[in-house]
Structure formats: C-alpha cells, structure tokens
C-alpha cells in the first residue's frame, strides 16, 4: 500500500528532497530517487518542469531548462513514476506551477496522480485564497495541496495553517529558492502559532543544504526540505550522479538524527 504525505512524518524528523524530473534524464530521475530512498528520505518532491519557474533560483531554473530541453513532458513523467511504484511505496508530491497543472486538465492531471501513487502537491504560485480553484478535484483523488507558509505571512499563518493537508511548507527565507550559508529568520514564534490551530507536520524549505543546518531546523520543526542542493548534483555529475545524492541525503538524514 502507498504510503501517504503524513506517513512521512510518523515516526522520526523527516527528510525530504527535491529533483528536477527529467534533469539528466527520466530513466536517471528514477534511478535517483532510488537512491534517495535508500539513504533515508522520507518522502521526495518531484519537481515538473515549467518555463517561468517565478519561486527558484538560477539552479532549478536552469535545471528546468535543461529538462524541457530534453523533452520531458508531464505525460513522461506519469510514466515515470507510474514504473517507479513497482519498486517502491515512499511517499511522493509533486512540485510545480498553476499553468502545468491547469493546461493539462485538473481533473485529468489529479486522476492521473490518482492512478500512478502520487499524494500530494505543491504549487508556489498558488495563492491560498484561490486554492478552492482545484482543491475540491484534487482532494476527490486523495491528492493533499500543500500549503506554503513564508515569513511575511504571519497576519494569514492561522488561517492558512488551519485548513493544511499533508504538511505545511514554511519558508526559511524571503527570495527564491537556492542555497543560503546561513538561515536568520526567527521561524519559531511562526511554529508557534502554527502549533495553535493544527497537528499537521511543519517542514521547512528553502536554502537548506548542509547535516548542521538540517539538525538546527529539526529542533522546531518536523522534517526539513533541500532542493537545490541534489540539483546542482545531477547538474556537476550527470548519469554518474547516483553515489553522489545517496552521499548527500545520508549525510542530511544523519544531521537529523543528530539533533531530534
């Protein structure tokens, strides 16, 4: 049986990578989240390649980029994941923007999430107060819309937060996407009122990229995001990028256990 987006937090901090689908290739996308299960993700965000990615930074853009470039479609990617769950049950989202999901139909697109074991999804450019634009499809296939929460939100954090699925998404950092040296947002009084109006896991995204950064985040929240990180390895490394990302998300995933 498919595990669902909350099963990822069940019993420990979850870690949870994120990968360009069709980066180096769909049957490699697959070889690596592959990888990525074995040392230790909890769940992976599979990202959908769009042209004008507005929430990334130059790393997942011109990973986009490379991935359009090789063809990939959506329908690919279905295909994908579809022959990646005969080998595996970890949980798996989505990430994309509102125009892939709208251009191929919501209830096609969410059908098909259905059908290949697809649980949940997130869409930056979303708002909250248009979600009902495809939450109602979206929940009919028993796909969670990740909420995001980011560090201006706080006047909207109760109101975003008590209608959440799956997780919450809280952004370390204002900006794009990318990797960043040092995190100095105060995201604990966030946290705080998040835990007011809901038990749903709280994992925190953006710029998150090293074992100390993973444990210091897993203090206060539930599960930690990192995306451009194993990008920029399957951008140095290619088809030979496997060891690489199972290196990295041990390393990530320890940092973890260092400081739960």
């Known amino acids: 049986m498919i595990k669902t987006v909350k099963d990822s937090f069940a019993n420990e901090k979850a870690f949870i990578p994120f990968i360009t689908a069709g980066d180096a290739g769909l049957d490699n996308t697959e070889k690596f989240i592959l990888e990525m299960e074995k040392a230790g993700a909890d769940l992976v965000e599979i990202g959908i390649p769009f042209s004008d990615p507005v929430a990334e930074g130059t790393v997942i853009q011109e990973a986009d980029i490379r991935s359009l470039a090789n063809g990939t479609t959506t329908d690919g990617i279905f295909d994908m994941v579809k022959d ?15 125009n892939p999901v709208f251009s191929y139909g919501y209830e096609r697109f969410f059908g098909k999430c259905e059908e290949v074991g697809v649980s949940g999804i997130i869409i930056p450019d979303l708002p909250y107060e248009e979600m009902g634009e495809c939450s109602d499809i979206a929940k009919s296939h028993g796909v969670d819309i990740i909420s995001m929460i ?28 990318g990797m960043r040296n040092k995190i100095t947002t105060d995201l604990a009084p966030i946290i705080e009122l998040i835990r007011e109006v809901t038990d749903t896991p709280v994992a925190i995204g953006f ?18 995001i990192s995306g451009s990180a194993v990008v920029k390895l399957v951008e140095k490394y290619g088809d030979n990028a496997g060891p690489y990302i199972y290196e990295f998300v041990k390393q990530m995933k320890e940092g973890e256990e260092a400081c739960a």
């Open 207 to 224: 710029g998150i990229h090293s074992p100390e950064q993973a444990g210091e985040m897993c203090k206060i929240a539930d599960g930690v």
């Open 84 to 98: 990646l769950r005969t080998k595996t049950d970890m949980p798996l989202v989505f990430m994309t923007y509102l």
């Open 150 to 177: 980011a560090p201006t939100s706080k006047e909207r954090v109760r109101m975003i937060a008590k209608e959440a699925k799956g997780f919450i998404y809280l952004v370390s950092s204002m900006g794009v996407t």
